[in-house]
């Protein structure tokens, strides 16, 4: 019988002894095994005062114990027992755990008040004496309790606790390097590249743990016994290893430590396999004083390792798998948002699955040329892996429809016929809206299909639900076609863009959450920081379970300053060319720019002349200085210049090709009294691309996941 609480005396390298202890503490009862456990007979002990078994400092402590046992309480500790040598009367202290547990009814003629229980730890020479201890120790519930995680760490860490102290006294788990980097695993030799996760020791010594350290990533030389497990796929046993053996180990290894830790020891080395595929291997060590391993404990040992194998092999495979699914869905959201310098944005997405971390809706803020920035958030009908599949489409389709600088209902129209051939293979529809900024002239344009009404949030405190013209979802046939509106900003105003999952659950209508969401954006929210903002956005939508996906887009929009960029009519004249150059050079020396002069002015020459040959009216010259200098040219020919290399003899066509050699980027787009042809060069010393990192995900945890961050 073992105390309340205690694990079964056969669980562990110990040995039990169970006295019984009458109403005045003397011993009426000794279980037979008396002399294993304290080296004394039953006979002597029955009859004793139960203090006598432990020395002169734990007596009082022993008493405190009993004294427990009167009140009905069941007490417990650690302290020294007397030992008997060979019947001798020279006796030796052992550090043993004490219990007393008392016994309903007890006390009244032979019959014990308590139980006393002696733990005591085997010593070195009979530990791993006992095959069906062992085979139980490792077989049983240890096995079944680490194998139920499907973290590669916690898996290892268990494999070693459940090795020490049951089967040796030192233990390390390697396994193939391509296993932990989620990788497949290659049919590898001896020369493979493994890496140490768990190691463990009972010794006290550190010199394990800092000799073989968890986390390297190494091959072991040939010549060795690891070499050689990994080559033959086979156990390696070594029942002694000599000063000379070891030696010769750390020789070779070149880590002398590890042949002074490896002397006199035994050893044996278990390969991992599982699916016919060899994983890695357990390295068991006993250290000298122990019984050293033979030919029946790598039976028990090889059975213990093929049980270990799948539960790794299963742990790599989730790792695997949950490394791929999560770089697959983060790579479907944007890594970064980007706006001029003037436009503060912030994000917020909150995915309604738990198993998926992703779902259909989405976000951008992409800085285009002139100081704009395109706003856009969407949602695709469904949830899970298909319509982030979806989302993943249209994300890219319209980051490419904003970087040719296609106007917001354009560019809606063009992801329109996207989902409506999307929907002849599976039906599909999405809402989107879609607004661009000019931080030059205060205005935003927005387009809407099917999508909620923004938000806009004036600095004096008045905040309104925009009025966008109305449009079918996309991939949705019928309806009125996608129209925009031009909207006036004031300067400092915030912009918030959303999907329905913020403002409608099961439990609230949507009306409600629409008022809640203008009620944030109020009077006081021109104070607050948009970190502050963003966070009350989202509060009390994450202990919601049954949420649909949210995202949310929030912009502070401010003028670009007044200093920072100049606009200048000039006629149709060949004139205007000079004049242009005069222009700019005048301005870039007012912005400490003279280094890009002849390169702008060079530009602006080209870009002129151009217009000049294609389109009629006059032409408008603007120069910003943003991250980068910015040159436009403004003409009222709805013409796109397309590049192509001049022939030799051609005597014109060279302009757009000069223009791309000395400009970091180039293009054009159309407006609505003609086109825009702009250029923009990097400013010394300024990052061009400065920009919102997104911020790490907030998860938790998940299996493996330290093995795949860099």
């Known amino acids: ?83 008997g040598d060979g019947g001798t009367e020279h006796r030796l202290h052992a550090d043993a755990l004490v219990t007393v547990q008392p016994m309903l009814g007890g006390g009244t003629g032979a019959a014990p008040a308590a139980l006393l229980f002696i733990r005591v730890e085997l010593p070195p020479s009979e530990r791993y004496q006992d095959p069906a201890l062992m085979r139980r120790a490792l077989m049983d519930d240890p096995l079944t309790r680490f194998g139920a995680t499907l973290d590669l760490d916690q898996s290892a860490r268990g494999l070693v606790d459940v090795v020490v102290p049951h089967f040796c006294n030192v233990a390390s788990v390697l396994v193939l390097e391509s296993l932990v980097a989620a990788d497949e695993v290659h049919a590898e030799s001896g020369s493979a590249v493994l890496r140490r996760i768990a190691v463990t020791s009972d010794d006290g010594n550190p010199a394990w743990t800092s000799t073989f350290p968890v986390g390297e990533v190494l091959v072991f030389p040939e010549g060795t016994p690891y070499r050689q497990v990994m080559e033959t796929a086979r156990p390696v046993h070594l029942p002694h290893i000599t000063l000379d053996a070891a030696s010769e180990i750390g020789r070779l290894w070149r880590r002398g430590p590890a042949g002074e830790l490896l002397s006199d020891v035994s050893m044996v080395l278990l390969p991992m396999i599982a699916r016919d595929t060899l994983l890695g291997f357990i390295a068991c060590t006993r250290i000298p004083g122990f019984r050293k391993f033979d030919a029946y404990d790598v039976e028990i040992g090889m059975e213990f390792a093929a049980r270990a194998a799948i539960v790794i092999d299963n742990a790599r495979l989730y790792s695997r798998e949950r490394a791929t699914a999560l770089a697959l869905q983060r790579s479907l959201l944007p890594m970064r948002l980007s706006a001029p310098s003037s436009v503060e944005v912030r994000h917020r997405y909150l995915p309604g699955s738990k198993l998926v971390e992703v779902g259909g809706d989405w976000y951008e ?32 389709a319209l980051h490419t429809l904003a970087n040719l600088e296609l106007p917001p209902a354009d560019a809606l129209h063009v992801m329109h016929e996207l989902m409506i051939e999307l929907g002849e293979q599976e039906p599909h529809f999405a809402t989107c809206v879609y607004a661009v900024y000019d931080a030059t002239t205060g205005t935003i344009e927005i387009a809407s299909a099917g999508h909620l009404p923004p938000l806009l949030a004036s600095p004096a405190g008045d905040n309104e639900y925009l ?244």
């Open 467 to 710: 009025q966008v013209p109305p449009a079918p979802p996309l991939g949705v046939s019928g309806g009125s076609a996608i129209e925009s509106r031009e909207f006036a900003v004031e300067d400092g105003s915030l912009f918030v863009i959303y999907t329905d999952g913020l403002v409608e659950n099961r439990g609230r209508d949507i009306d409600d959450g629409l008022a809640r969401l203008q009620k944030i954006f109020g009077r006081d929210s021109v104070d607050r920081s948009m970190e502050d903002l963003a966070k009350t956005t989202l509060a009390g939508v994450y202990a919601d379970q049954h949420r649909d996906d949210i995202a949310v887009l929030i912009a502070r929009l401010r003028r670009l300053p007044q200093d920072r960029y100049s606009s200048w009519t000039l006629p149709a004249d060949p004139a205007a060319v000079r004049r242009a150059r005069g222009l700019v050079s005048t301005r870039l020396a007012e912005w400490g720019l003279e280094e890009l002069d002849y390169t702008t002015e060079l530009l602006a020459s080209e870009l002129i002349t151009n217009a000049l040959r294609y389109a009629h009216g006059p032409i408008e010259l603007r120069l910003l200085l943003e991250r980068t200098l910015v040159l436009e040219v403004l003409d009222r020919s709805a013409a796109l210049p397309r590049l192509r290399r001049a022939e030799d003899d051609d005597e014109n066509g060279r302009g757009l090709l000069v223009v791309s050699q000395l400009a970091h980027r180039w293009g054009s787009r159309r407006t609505a009294a003609g086109k825009v042809v702009w250029c923009e060069q990097i400013v010394p010393g300024v990052d061009p691309d400065a920009s919102e990192q997104v911020p790490a995900w907030p998860e938790e945890a998940w299996p493996g996941e330290l093995h795949h961050r860099e």
């Open 365 to 396: 803020s992409i800085a285009l040329p002139g100081a704009r920035v395109a706003l856009i958030v969407g949602d695709v009908a469904g949830h899970g892996v298909r319509a982030a599949v979806t989302m993943g489409r249209l994300r890219t």
């Open 1 to 83: 019988m073992a105390p309340r609480g205690e694990a079964p005396a056969t669980d562990s390298a110990s040995r039990t002894l169970v006295l019984g202890i009458d109403g005045a503490r003397h011993i009426v009862q000794c279980g037979p095994n008396a002399k294993a456990v304290l080296g004394r007979a039953p006979e002597e002990l029955i009859g004793r005062p139960a203090t006598d078994l432990v020395g002169d400092e734990a007596k009082a402590e022993l008493e405190t114990l009993l004294e427990a046992n009167g009140a009905g309480q069941e007490r417990n500790g650690v302290m020294g027992v007397l030992r």
